[in-house]
């Protein structure tokens, strides 16, 4: 299963953008990035996801790289309820979850 | 979107008590439900799949004698802690697919707290 890279922490100022990167270089073809996060003593919620193409939705923006080694999670205006742990996740979607591996992810905190 | 509800969201017991913890998808049907394992400032880990109607597959290292998984529905799976010690004082999280939903992003629940005096 292809494992990620993700720094282990991240500061960002309030309303600015936080741009969280991820390095998942032995993707496989048919392997999804996915992007949760967790608030504090709180159970993972989903961001989004995607395959090869640019994916945008309510809450982010997903840009993959050509080569899929690489993505960034962005969020366009952080604010302070954005401090979470930001876990990116390689997986083949519509399987189980025993390949769905958290590794240590990025703890993002949003500065006043 | 789909929802997973856990209760309790957390629990005090005594060493050598059993603890049981429930998981419920709300508005879909989940014939897979995974459970995971948290240690303070450490990431998540898989324990157990729980499968409706037929055993858990645990991971590796994880007892199953002491980690009781029911899936006796297709919207409730059940995580029993036995005999507990201080040691499995933890966070547990339950996660599952809707498999009508968009592509495979697993819904977890609001975690559990179990403390073991």
């Known amino acids: 299963d292809a494992k990620t890279t993700q720094p282990p922490s991240m500061d960002c100022a309030e309303g600015r953008a936080a741009n969280l990167p991820c390095n998942h270089s032995?993707?496989?073809?048919?392997?999804?990035v996915y992007w949760y996060r967790q608030i504090h003593s709180q159970g993972p919620q989903y961001i989004i996801h995607?395959?090869?193409n640019n994916e945008t939705n309510e809450m982010a923006s997903l840009i993959i790289t050509e080569d899929r080694k690489s993505s960034t999670l962005i969020l366009p205006h952080a604010t302070l309820r954005d401090t979470a742990v930001y876990y990116c996740?390689?997986?083949?979607?519509?399987?189980?979850?025993?390949?769905?591996?958290f590794g240590t992810g990025t703890r993002l905190t949003v500065i006043p | 979107g789909a929802v997973v509800s856990q209760h309790p969201s957390w629990v005090i017991c005594k060493s050598g008590t059993s603890v049981k913890i429930e998981c419920r998808s709300l508005?879909?049907?989940?014939?897979?439900m995974f459970w995971y394992r948290q240690f303070p400032k450490q990431s998540l880990m898989l324990m157990a799949t729980?499968?409706?109607?037929?055993?858990?597959?645990?991971e590796q290292g994880v007892e199953k004698d002491k980690f009781l998984i029911n899936h006796a529905s297709l919207t409730l799976s059940t995580l029993t802690v036995t005999s507990a010690h201080p040691e499995d004082s933890s966070f547990y999280i339950c996660?599952?697919?809707?498999?009508?939903?968009?592509?495979?992003?697993?819904?977890f629940g609001e975690g559990s707290r179990l403390t073991v005096l």
């Open positions: 996660s599952a697919r809707d498999p009508g939903g968009r592509t495979g992003e697993l819904f």
């Open positions: 032995t993707i496989s073809g048919n392997e999804y």
């Open positions: 995607g395959l090869k």
């Open positions: 996740i390689v997986r083949v979607p519509q399987t189980g979850a025993n390949n769905l591996f």
């Open positions: 508005d879909f049907q989940a014939t897979t």
């Open positions: 729980s499968n409706e109607g037929s055993k858990a597959t645990y």
